[in-house]
């Protein structure tokens, strides 16, 4: 039979920040927290930028053609944590996309680059975060 | 009345796993600081794979069903569970397997049922690559 158990909140007992949650393969366990995406984002980079859906996010600026702001709600530990993203290529021949030269990540955001195959900063309509990490 | 549990190890009631544990989709965990709290089933990862696009086939995924090859260095993943909308966040990245051919990894014309991975390179053109991983955040439907 199956049993629910239902709570607000999940807090470890010897830490309040750290799950153990069995692994896939029955023998390992993987931290719960540890493997939560902190943050993600889609949003509109043209004309006026808008956040269509998000997790964690509190605004996204626009800093120039092709750069932007993610400001999140809850802010991470350290400026040590993992991010990645994509975009649409907006009918460019090429596209990169990357935080900004000089590694704008902070505890409370991170700053993001789209831009075409000459380095050029340019609007894209969908650019899309994810940030794993540790929370404050 | 709020209620807490305070807990080390979540498994299945049988004992044998995870796998079979449930979690709603409002339930919070305590941050890894302690005081903050985030959403369990926002932050989950909602798909992932690894495919090898020149075969193609996908190597190993999660709530993949499919995979379509679109043309040169363009695929579709097919979600086994459908996501809530298009409005998600999904991100890879693609083996190099030549230095002096750049890897860009774009998306295109995503819906709630599948995903356009797309292998950009520096001449403006696309290509397959051996090995390419894609991650997708955001609501399931």
């Known amino acids: 039979m199956a049993s629910i158990l239902k709570v607000d909140t999940i807090t470890g007992v010897s830490t ?6 069995t692994g896939e393969g029955n023998s390992t366990t ?27 996010s ?41 935080n900004d030269s000089s590694w704008a990540a902070t505890t409370s955001g991170i700053a993001s680059i789209t831009a075409d195959s000459t380095n050029t900063g340019r609007d894209c309509d969908a650019v899309l975060i994810s940030i794993l990490g540790d929370l404050a | 009345m709020t209620s807490q549990l305070n807990v080390d190890t979540i498994v299945d009631k049988a004992g044998s796993g995870g796998t079979n544990v449930k979690v709603a989709n ?46 040169t260095g363009t695929h579709r993943f097919v979600f086994t569970n459908n996501m809530g909308n298009a409005n998600y966040a999904c991100s890879g990245m693609a083996q190099a397997e030549a230095v002096a ?41």
């Open chain 2, 101 to 141: 051919r750049g890897t860009q990894y774009t998306n295109s014309s995503n819906n709630s049922t599948s995903l356009v991975e797309r292998i950009d390179i520096e001449d403006g053109g696309t290509r397959d690559a051996g090995n390419s991983a894609t991650i997708t955040c955001g609501d399931l439907a």
């Open chain 2, 26 to 71: 409002n339930a919070v965990a305590v941050a890894e600081g302690g005081s903050a709290t985030t959403n369990v089933v926002q932050g989950l990862v909602k798909q992932w794979g690894r495919i090898n696009q020149d075969t193609p086939a996908i190597l190993d995924s999660f709530n993949s069903s499919s995979l379509t090859d679109i043309g």
């Open chain 1, 16 to 21: 309040a920040g750290s799950i153990a949650v």
């Open chain 1, 30 to 56: 993987t931290n719960l927290q540890q493997g939560l995406a902190k943050v993600w984002i889609n949003f509109d980079g043209q004309s006026t930028i808008a956040t269509r859906d998000s997790h964690n």
């Open chain 1, 58 to 98: 509190s605004s996204i600026s626009d800093d120039g053609t092709g750069q932007y702001t993610t400001s999140y709600t809850s802010n991470m530990a350290s400026v040590s944590y993992a991010a990645s993203g994509s975009h649409n290529r907006n009918g460019l021949s090429s596209t990169t996309f990357s």
